[in-house]
């Protein structure tokens, strides 16, 4: 499993980005993901995953694309490093690769019965979600391997671009900041008196006070107690 360096650079200091191996890591609705390596001028290189889109992209939705990068950045959200780059003329997305082989080793959030710890992580990723404007919503979050901290980590921004989703006011973020909440309801192992400390948690992690007042008008209406 290799991650791409911290010092990750602009795509004008790509000395060369290429595929390596046909047999794709996965595909989704907005494009498929193959290995590869990049390497930047003046460095080494080293393994990346590369997201080929299914219908090419414009330098405006690629500058979108990046724009939703930057600002998951500033709010600290927790994410894989990742970036837009251009393979042979076309935009692509480069990012953090977890596999072995050609099998990626990444898992959809809570597959497994969730613990303390990773819903902590889950709840403050989708709180900084919403402190950068966007909606905690879509397979946007995944579930790395042990080995990586945090193990929640923003993979895929395809439903946080605004080519997605628009631009939304706070009602709307609200909205969708309750919803991400119940993800794990589901789970017996977790007492009320739990689940009400997860909902204060999650509700200290936003900062617009009136994103945090609605979400909290809709889960005291499902039973929770502050």
């Not at 930047?40 to 393994?47: D, H, M, R």
């Not at 997201?51 to 994410?79: C, E």
């Not at 995944?142 to 901290?149: A, F, Q, V």
């Not at 969708?176 to 200290?204: E, I, K, R, T, W």
Request: glycine share 6%; aromatic share 10%; proline share 6%.
């Amino acid at each position: 499993m290799v991650a791409i360096r911290k010092d990750l650079k602009g795509p004008e200091e790509v000395e060369w980005l290429k595929i390596t191996h046909s047999k794709a890591l996965g595909s989704g609705e907005f494009g498929t993901v193959f290995p590869g390596k990049i390497k930047f001028i003046g460095g080494k290189s080293f393994k990346v995953a590369i997201k080929v889109f299914h219908g090419p992209l414009s330098d405006s939705h690629a500058h979108k694309y990046q724009t939703t990068i930057d600002d998951l950045r500033k709010a600290d959200v927790p994410m894989v490093r990742m970036g837009m780059y251009k393979l042979k003329d076309r935009w692509v997305q480069v990012f953090d690769k977890y596999s072995r082989g050609n099998k990626s080793v990444i898992t959809p959030v809570f597959q497994s019965l969730p613990s303390v710890p990773l819903i902590k992580q889950y709840l403050i990723a989708c709180a900084r979600i919403v402190n950068a404007g966007k909606p905690p919503i879509g397979d946007a979050l995944s579930e790395l391997p042990p080995r990586i901290s945090p193990r929640i980590k923003v993979r895929d921004i395809d439903s946080l671009t605004p080519m997605a989703t628009g631009r939304m006011d706070e009602f709307e973020l609200a909205h969708h900041a309750y919803l991400a909440f119940p993800v794990f309801q589901s789970s017996d192992n977790l007492s009320q008196s739990q689940m009400n400390d997860f909902v204060n948690f999650y509700l200290g992690q936003i900062k617009s006070d009136l994103i945090r007042s609605e979400v909290k008008k809709r889960l005291e209406r499902k039973g929770f107690t502050f």
